[in-house]
T-cell receptor, first 113, second 111 residues
Framework: IAGITQAPTSQILAAGRRMTLRCTQD?????MYWYRQDLGLGLRLIHY???????GKGEVPDGYSVSRANTDDFPLTLASAVPSQTSVYFC????????????FGEGSRLTVL | RKEVEQDPGPFNVPEGATVAFNCTYS??????FFWYRQDCRKEPKLLMS???SGNEDGRFTAQLNRASQYISLLIRDSKLSDSATYLC????????????FGAGTRLFVKA
């Protein structure tokens, strides 16, 4: 069982470029999340989706967009990357909304120059 | 003030030692609590949930003190493989649920 798959695992990107981080899960979880993790800070929620067809803003949504066309996929797009978006991005899913265990992908390390 | 605060450490302990981490939370609407473990350059993984009555899983014991708004994690007989960052996680009921992660406490267990 793959669980959650993220791609790419690592990317260097020029500022101003558009970038989509992919996330796919095979656990049929309703809820999916995108977090960023920066040194000295906890994981911060960017966007979430409680079920296919719905999305919501997290703590740090500016500069990011998401879509949830189906249960399995939850891509995160940076429309015009800026250096402050250099971070490690984790996709996660849960079968109990906000109350249960979060299952994380292996992360995508993004550097914006 | 951060909603979830942890001592970042690092805690450097010898093998076999007992080590304890605390985590404080500020929102009284916090309803469920967890400890996650994160290895270097890896994703976080659930270590254990924290129940009001306290719970134990092998060498790991988690406690919740709602009155003082903190949770703790005790690791007995530390192993080299326990070296990791331990994340305190709190779910807050704000109508919907909001999950807040602490910044983590780093543990190094040395031979």
């Amino acid at each position: 069982i793959a669980g959650i798959t993220q791609a790419p695992t690592s990317q260097i990107l020029a500022a101003g470029r558009r970038m989509t981080l992919r996330c796919t899960q095979d656990m049929r979880h309703n809820a999916m999340y995108w977090y960023r993790q920066d040194l000295g800070l906890g994981l911060r929620l960017i966007h979430y989706s409680n079920t296919a067809g719905t999305t919501g803003k997290g703590e740090v949504p500016d500069g990011y967009s998401v879509s949830r066309a189906n249960t399995d996929d939850f891509p995160l797009t940076l429309a015009s990357a800026v250096p402050s978006q250099t971070s490690v991005y984790f996709c996660a899913s849960s079968d109990k909304g906000g109350t249960g265990e979060l299952f994380f992908g292996e992360g995508s390390r993004l550097t914006v120059l | 003030r951060k909603e979830v605060e942890q001592d970042p450490g690092p805690f450097n302990v010898p093998e076999g030692a007992t080590v304890a981490f605390n985590c404080t939370y500020s929102n009284s609407a916090s309803q469920s609590f967890f400890w996650y473990r994160q290895d270097c350059r890896k994703e976080p993984k659930l270590l254990m949930s924290v129940y009001s009555s306290g719970n134990e899983d092998g060498r790991f014991t988690a406690q919740l003190n709602r009155a003082s708004q903190y949770i703790s994690l005790l690791i007995r007989d530390s192993k080299l493989s326990d070296s990791a960052t331990y994340l305190c996680v709190v779910n807050i009921n704000t109508g919907g649920f909001k999950t807040i992660f602490g910044a983590g406490t780093r543990l190094f267990v040395k031979a």
